[in-house]
């Protein structure tokens, strides 16, 4: 059987994207198939949230251990509050052979490329730019500071989208959640996921030129 382990996926994109609409639809769209990865943080849990369902929620005290002791993947630090990719999680779920992707952005997704080499990385973009401030103002829930705070965020992230190996344009849901399976399955078809099985196959040749 070629590459039963998961791959680790990073997907990355500017805010209004519609990132995790996209993640909801490709789980939707295959159960049990993929793992949304888990993140731990020090910050308290807001009304609904389960501790080990939206975030694994520890202690200062714990993340820095956590820090120290290498357990994160990476991690960053937001408004007094630690956020990070606990390890043994992801290496778990690969194990299993989930596919996991991990939401975050573009400086965490080089420490997690850096850390695991054969991530694969994937960028989400509006189809122009106007859309995008088009879908940051139809959320109706920011003023209009933020959506130029976000904007100007947006001018940095677009720096950092070549260092991607993907560019996934989400202008319709649907295909885009196609086109972002297509591409995942099309990387557990890459030689150097099935190295397993290469050498299998160049043994049992060899047993048949023997007979």
């Known amino acids: ?77 937001y408004v007094n509050n630690y956020y990070g990719t606990p390890r043994a999680y992801v290496e778990q779920k690969l194990e299993e052979g989930k596919d996991v992707i991990l939401e975050i952005e573009i400086q965490g997704a080089m420490k997690v490329k850096k850390a695991f080499p054969e991530t694969v990385l994937l960028f989400v973009t509006p189809p122009t730019a ?13 003023t209009e500071e933020v959506i130029d705070s976000r904007l100007r965020r947006a001018v940095e992230e677009a720096d950092g989208m070549d260092q991607y190996d993907y560019l996934i344009i989400n202008d319709d849901l649907e295909r885009c959640a196609k086109e972002l399976h297509d591409i995942i399955q099309g990387e557990h078809r890459k030689s150097f996921r099935n190295t397993e099985f290469m050498e299998k196959i160049k043994q049992d040749l060899q047993r048949l030129k023997g007979e």
């Open 130 to 142: 106007g859309e995008l401030k088009h879908r940051l103002t139809g959320r109706g829930t920011e």
């Open 1 to 77: 059987m070629m590459d039963s382990k998961g791959i680790l996926i990073v997907v990355s994109g500017f805010s209004g994207a519609g990132k995790g609409t996209l993640m909801k639809e490709l789980l939707k769209n295959h159960p049990g198939q993929y793992t949304l990865s888990i993140s731990a943080t020090t910050r308290h849990p807001r009304d609904g949230e389960e501790d080990g369902r939206e975030y694994f929620f520890i202690t200062t005290e714990e993340f820095e251990k956590m820090i120290a002791q290498d357990q994160l993947i990476e991690y960053a630090r």
